[in-house]
């Protein structure tokens, strides 16, 4: 199950983005925002990191102007690592070598069809582990306030 959230401006992306992940026999579910009402990206960036710290889903996908703002607000949540990715060798790397859980991007950067490769590139990436691993436990060890060097 894929997490979906996006803000107002990137509703029809996400829709889209949604169908498409439908048309790969992948389930979705959409934490909103539903419609072009003016609203704030930290409450999807949250909803959807809980839903992926939860274990409710495996993955999440965040989608505001830019990517940056709902990938904060996700980032915030322990044990999220939310990257925002305008380019497919990016978002591949951010799960081969990041484990990336969330992918966020920019309805305002990225057209859609940029959007639908970033996305599959994303999901057909595997995280390699071995020495990234190190540095992901690193990354945990941070959001516990351990020393790491
Ligand atoms: C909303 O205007 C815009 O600030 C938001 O979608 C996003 O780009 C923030 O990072």
């Known amino acids: 199950m894929i997490a979906i959230g996006c803000d107002h401006v990137a509703v029809d992306m996400k829709n ?8 790969k026999g992948l ?3 959409d934490f909103g925002t539903y419609s072009t009402e003016r609203t704030h990206y930290p409450i999807y960036g949250l909803r959807v990191a809980n839903a992926v710290v939860s274990g ?35 978002a591949k790397l951010s799960k081969v070598h990041n484990n990336s859980n969330i992918l966020a991007f920019g309805a ?26 190190i540095r992901i436990d690193m990354l945990a060890a941070i959001e516990n306030g351990e020393d790491i060097e």
């Open 16 to 23: 889209e983005i949604i169908e498409h992940l439908k048309a």
């Open 27 to 29: 389930e979705v579910k």
């Open 56 to 90: 409710e889903c495996e993955k999440g996908i965040l989608i505001c102007g830019t990517g940056v703002g709902i990938s904060l607000a996700a980032n915030k949540v322990k044990g999220i690592r939310a990257a925002v990715c305008s380019d497919c060798y990016t």
């Open 108 to 133: 305002r950067v990225v057209g859609i069809d940029l959007a639908k490769m970033i996305v599959d590139s994303w999901l057909d990436a595997e995280f390699e582990g071995g020495r990234h691993q």
